[in-house]
């Protein structure tokens, strides 16, 4: 019998945690319009002009720049803000400067980390969220560390072209 009721215990511990996160969750998950509307509310809020792209992600200026951010239905507690298309690489030989630069701003930037996207360099902030909507808590922190980490990028490319 104290078998059973070890068993009954550990059975009823875990019902419960699982029913907590389910509640936790606020019962279903964000489908991609869901989350597409809760990104262009917010940045509407804020005084940009959202649109939706041909991928189903968020477009919008800010400072003459185009960004994005991702949506992603399978994973909604990620955050993703994206500047496209910062350099354009016109030579293997400006290919091997990015390389540096792109380095340099990986290593030294918090959060920002630049890639390359067939023959440009584009600019992102990835980060694990608890909510979807959590993403408002670190918006402006998050445009502000990628400009942070654009400016490397852009530094080191000047740098190493002298």
């Known amino acids: 019998m104290p078998v059973f009721r070890s068993f009954a215990l550990f059975l009823a ?3 419960v945690s699982i029913g907590s996160l389910y509640a936790q969750k606020g019962g279903k998950s964000l489908g991609k319009k869901d989350l597409q ?3 262009s509310s917010y940045l509407t809020d ?3 002009r959202p649109e939706v792209d041909d991928d189903g992600d968020i477009r ?3 400072e003459g720049k185009t960004y994005f951010i991702a949506v ?3 994973d909604t507690e990620c955050f993703r803000l994206v500047l496209a298309n910062i350099w354009e690489i016109e030579s293997e030989e400006e290919r ?3 390389y540096v630069a792109m380095d340099h701003c990986n290593a030294t930037a918090k959060v920002a980390k630049a890639y390359m996207v067939r023959d440009n360099v584009w600019v992102g902030i990835e980060s694990f969220i608890a909510e979807p ?3 408002e808590l670190i918006f402006k922190r998050s445009m502000s560390a990628l400009g942070h980490g654009v400016a490397l990028y852009v530094g080191k490319m000047r740098e ?3």
Do not use: H, I, P, T
């Open 60 to 62: 919008f200026m800010s």
């Open 96 to 98: 091997q400067r990015v």
């Open 13 to 15: 511990v875990l019902l």
């Open 160 to 162: 190493e072209g002298e």
């Open 46 to 48: 804020q005084g940009y």
């Open 133 to 135: 909507k959590d993403f």
């Open 37 to 39: 509307k809760m990104y």
């Open 72 to 74: 992603d239905e399978e």
